[in-house]
T-cell receptor
């Protein structure tokens, strides 16, 4: 069973469209994340979310919004897509444990978004 | 989060050991040293982490300097499958809840057959 899954794997769309990327984790974790990896391969956090708080990277445009229907899912909605949104988007999840030394994050396979 | 510094790239021959260095001179007392790697066209994956003592697992070993200002990830016998970008990341073990990973540029490891 895949621990963290994302759909779709590839997404090609036109500028101005609205799209969603889905993420599901079956690890029972309480925290989920979205990361963006641009063409230069820099990997940056966009959002982190658990049942208590949503932390938004302030550099993320408000066209991006995470939506979590339940603890196992964190979907990413993107409105009015722009060329610069083309990137690989990774979902991740983790569970904090006392004494674990910082929780381990488990990443999905990525969604490759191309905006034309 | 405290910053880490890694070489941009390294090469290793297949079947040889690889030592990937990381400097973290501003590490705090509650920071753990985590290593992740990203294989081509895949998401990052956890490799190993430690606080003060050296650590071993099935994937690698982590050697931590006595002053904790540097560490070294050791792959005992590099295989072609180990070709990846390796990231050294500091995590504050006291932070609960949403706790982001801050990826630097990492070290791109090339394994030569």
């Amino acid at each position: 069973d895949t621990a963290v899954s994302q759909t779709p794997k590839y997404l090609v769309t036109q500028m101005g469209n609205d799209k969603s990327i889905k993420c599901e984790q079956n690890l029972g974790h309480d925290t989920m994340y979205w990361y963006k990896q641009d063409s230069k391969k820099f990997l940056k956090i966009m959002f982190s979310y658990n049942n208590k708080e949503l932390i938004i990277n302030e550099t993320v445009p408000n066209r991006f919004s995470p939506k979590s229907p339940d603890k196992a899912h964190l979907n990413l909605h993107i409105n009015s897509l722009e060329l610069g949104d083309s990137a690989v988007y990774f979902c991740a999840s983790s569970q904090w444990y006392q004494g674990a030394g910082g929780e381990t994050q488990y990443f999905g396979p990525g969604t490759r978004l191309l905006v034309l | 989060d405290a910053k880490t510094t890694q070489p941009n790239s390294m090469e290793s021959n297949e079947e040889e050991p690889v030592h990937l260095p990381c400097n973290h001179s501003t590490i705090s007392g509650t920071d753990y040293i985590h290593w992740y790697r990203q294989l081509p066209s895949q998401g990052p994956e956890y490799v190993i982490h430690g606080l003060t003592s050296n650590v071993n697992n099935r994937m690698a070993s982590l050697a931590i300097a006595e002053d904790r200002k540097s560490s070294t990830l050791i792959l005992h016998r590099a295989t072609l499958r180990d070709a990846a970008v390796y990231y050294c990341i500091l995590r504050d073990a006291q932070k609960t809840g949403a706790n982001n990973l801050f990826f630097g540029t990492g070290t791109r490891l090339t394994v030569i057959p």
